[in-house]
């Protein structure tokens, strides 16, 4: 038997084999909402608002629905298994259990559920922006420890973080998913 995990109401997904078909918006709306970024570590700022302004600057860039929607939906396996920090990936992979296999799993129900795809090059330099951009609007240390890597310059001047509360975080990323005929 396969462990599942319960999400808002009564909505379960099967944990090691996750049915697309068992996914819901509203459900994923309120995990992210509720998720926060880098395990809580820097305090309230959920993975919703990260999704939410990552997207709208790849909007503002000019890129077209097939990248928007990507990014929006990106991180939303963590809706369903957590944002688990980097720290606690490597030191799993060290153990010799690769937690990206259970991600994959769920980002994959996710891409076949919601017909995205969500690791393309531009999603990915922009949530590596993203992450420069936080650290840059106080989240220090915790990120720019490891130095740049190559990252891309923040987008500052277009990402205001502004830690919005849970129900703000789900209605602002079902809007954006609406406006983009994410059903």
């Known amino acids: 038997m396969h462990p599942y995990t319960q999400l808002s109401g009564t909505l379960t997904v099967d944990l090691i084999d996750p049915d697309p078909d068992d996914l819901v918006l509203h459900s994923l709306a309120k995990g992210l909402a509720y998720t926060n970024r880098f ?3 820097i305090g309230t ?7 939410v302004l990552g997207m709208r600057c790849l909007r503002d860039r000019g890129h077209k629905r097939g990248i928007l929607a990507g990014y929006l939906l990106h991180d939303a396996h963590e809706a369903i298994i957590g944002d688990v920090s980097a720290p606690v990936k490597a ?4 153990l010799g259990q690769d937690f990206s296999v259970l991600e994959d799993r769920h980002q994959i129900a996710i891409e ?5 795809f969500t690791r393309a090059r531009e999603i990915k ?13 106080g989240f220090g240390t915790l ?34 998913c609406n406006r983009l005929g994410i059903r």
């Open 91 to 94: 030191a799993l992979l060290a």
């Open 112 to 116: 076949k559920r919601f017909a995205v």
């Open 143 to 176: 990120l720019t420890r490891g130095g740049s890597n190559g990252w891309p310059a923040p987008p500052s001047a277009e990402i205001k973080i502004q830690r919005w509360a849970g129900p703000r975080a789900a209605r602002e990323w079902l809007e954006e």
């Open 39 to 41: 395990t809580g570590a």
């Open 125 to 137: 330099a922009m949530d590596r922006a993203m992450c420069l951009a936080e650290a840059e609007q």
């Open 45 to 51: 700022y959920s993975v919703a608002e990260h999704l």
